[in-house]
Nanobody
Framework: QVQLVESGGGLVQPGGSLRLSCEASGGTVSDNAMAWFRQAPGKEREFVAVISFRGQNTYYRASVKGRFTISRDNDKNTMYLQMNNLKAEDAAVYYC???????????????????WGQGTQVTVSS
């Protein structure tokens, strides 16, 4: 059973940057697409970005495209989300997720993912 653990969240001012990490244990992730979701208070969880199993393909929600970059290092079983020019509306709990079905593209719905981390809080405030 793969376990995912996020880190890197925190408080940042508008316009600032954060880098989130998601480390997998209990199995390899090199055959699986992985993604970031987020959930703000009172809102539904929403898709942020997804990366293919080898990292050659990425896809973003429109509001973060050009500001966020998803990447992965399969040798380290780790996925990243570099977030630049953060805005107040980016504040949320960020979750990493893994599609347990091998080599699928392009999963973007919550139901596509069978493994989830516990989340890391991102707060954007001056």
């Amino acid at each position: 059973q793969v376990q995912l653990v996020e880190s890197g969240g925190g408080l940042v001012q508008p316009g600032g940057s954060l880098r989130l990490s998601c480390e997998a244990s209990g199995g390899t992730v090199s055959d699986n697409a992985m993604a970031w979701f987020r959930q703000a208070p009172g809102k539904e969880r929403e898709f942020v970005a997804v990366i293919s199993f080898r990292g050659q393909n990425t896809y973003y929600r429109a509001s973060v495209k050009g500001r966020f970059t998803i990447s992965r290092d399969n040798d380290k079983n780790t996925m990243y989300l570099q977030m630049n020019n953060l805005k107040a509306e980016d504040a949320a709990v960020y979750y990493c997720a893994m599609d347990l079905r091998a080599r699928r593209w392009r999963p973007t719905e919550s139901d596509d993912f069978g493994a989830w981390g516990q989340g890391t809080q991102v707060t954007v405030s001056s």
